[in-house]
């Protein structure tokens, strides 16, 4: 099994490849080197999260629709091709974005749109993939596993394209993101060779898949699901609403050349790993609430020290904040996978980890497309490009001081009163789940 499960951990690393190099290098060169707007930036790179619903539809046709005798592979195949065709085309459209407007924009579309299209079909396909072939008791230890050496590769990654982005030029753009996605590629059909078995009908009900109107509903059925979706909401698009905007701020306020900022990822990817690694031990002597709180206030800590950072035009004080956002994060990564399974019931196990799938997706989207909005508006009125950079951090400490009073208001016990525990196995088996998102 352990190498089935390696073979799984290269598509899950061959498909986060492809967001390093747009999340860590293009959208600083589309902000700041092609001075193209950073709204119209956070909508490119959301299109993953703006398409995700459609992976209900995917992954419910894949369930009954098998293609030369397998369910997820030709998914996966396709997945991957989309991602790596459309992640290729992505520098170009953006250089056509800057030199002729709506040409490059519809270009755009269609390579972020194909990059985002293919990020769903391949993540719902090889997510499945991991749960049939892991089965219940092996699940977590798989999901881990994807899950440590996907944080690894992006670490890898990203120092790679920031040397290869040294010195900086559009030429070098381009041939740093063709090596990514050629190694992404290969890296994933190597994954896939003689993966999965051919698709035997066993006659057993599929386990169902839920609408967005049924978890909408599941939501507003009960007040603290509805506590703890806002929270996730609120919480997580502080945290990965800054995803788009870093790299250019450190260029704007610091004048870091794009191969230095392209490392920032490599910086708070090492601080999520090792927190990531701590907190588990963390949480069993301290408990889940209390570590969660210890992740947000130092992601809140974070970026006010990143906006003060700029304010002081210091980047070792920028680095700092960036080191305790990385760690902050890490710390609310693994306890909120934990109030998450808490947060769960036997009876709606698939609804409400959903739920908390959806609320994933929503908070990506809304953190990335008002930071673009909020830096373009303050940074058109001030005309001060830094300034714009600036409000956003601020009111993304701000939501995380919410977040904070939110967190405490949070009662497990009064959303599971009316369901049964779920026991140590089902547990493990919901932190595939939770890590899939």
Not at 142 to 158: D, N, R
Not at 362 to 384: E, F, K, W
Request: charged share 10%; net charge positive.
């Amino acid at each position: 099994m352990i190498f089935k499960r390696l073979q799984l951990s290269l598509i899950h690393i061959a498909i986060a490849m492809t967001l390093v190099p747009i999340n860590s290098t293009l959208n600083r060169v589309m902000i700041k080197e092609l001075s193209i707007s950073a709204t119209i930036v956070a909508i490119l790179v959301s299109l993953p999260y703006i398409l995700s619903p459609i992976q209900v539809a995917i992954g419910s046709y894949a369930d009954r629709h098998p293609w030369w005798g397998r369910r997820r592979t030709p998914y996966i195949l396709l997945g991957l091709f989309l991602c790596v065709g459309g992640a290729a085309l992505a520098p170009v459209a953006a250089f056509l974005m800057a030199q002729s407007g709506w040409p490059g924009i519809l270009l755009g579309l269609l390579a972020f749109g194909a990059w985002g299209m293919g990020f769903n079909f391949a993540t719902v396909s090889y997510l499945s993939l991991a749960s049939e072939l892991s089965g219940e008791k092996g699940r977590a230890r798989t999901i881990s596993i994807m899950w440590f050496l996907m944080i690894t590769s992006v670490i890898v990654t990203a120092i790679a394209v920031s040397r290869m982005v040294n010195p900086y030029s559009p030429e070098a753009l381009i041939r740093a993101f063709q090596w990514v996605c050629g190694v992404a590629l290969a890296l994933g059909i190597i994954g896939l060779i003689r993966l999965e078995a051919p698709f035997v009908p066993t006659g057993e009900a599929i386990a169902p898949r839920y609408s967005w109107s049924v978890l909408a509903q599941a939501i507003l059925g009960n007040r603290q699901a509805k506590l703890f979706f806002g929270y996730l909401i609120i919480l997580l698009a502080a945290i990965l609403g800054q995803d788009v905007l870093l790299e250019p701020f450190a260029g704007e306020a610091f004048g870091m050349p794009v191969d230095a900022t392209t490392r920032i990822t490599s910086v708070w990817g090492v601080c999520v790993l090792v927190t990531l690694l701590l907190a588990g031990m963390l949480e069993s002597r301290f408990g889940k609430r209390r570590v969660a709180t210890w992740g947000a206030v130092g992601a809140l800590v974070g970026f006010a020290i990143i906006t003060l950072s700029g304010a002081m035009r210091n980047s070792g004080v920028f680095y700092s904040g960036v080191i305790l956002l990385g760690l902050g994060t890490g710390l609310v990564t693994v306890a909120n996978l934990s109030l998450m399974l808490d947060m769960t019931t036997i009876s709606g196990v698939g609804l409400f980890i959903g739920a908390w799938g959806m609320a994933d997706a929503l908070a990506r989207l809304t953190g990335s497309v008002l930071g673009g909005v909020i830096r373009d508006l303050v940074t058109q009125v001030s005309q001060n490009a830094v300034a714009g950079y600036l409000v956003v951090f601020g009111l993304e400490a701000v939501f995380l001081f919410i977040s904070l009073f939110l967190l405490q208001q949070i009662d497990v016990q009064a959303f599971r009163s009316q369901a049964d525990k779920p026991t140590l196995t089902e547990r493990a088996a919901l932190v595939g789940e939770v890590e899939g998102g």
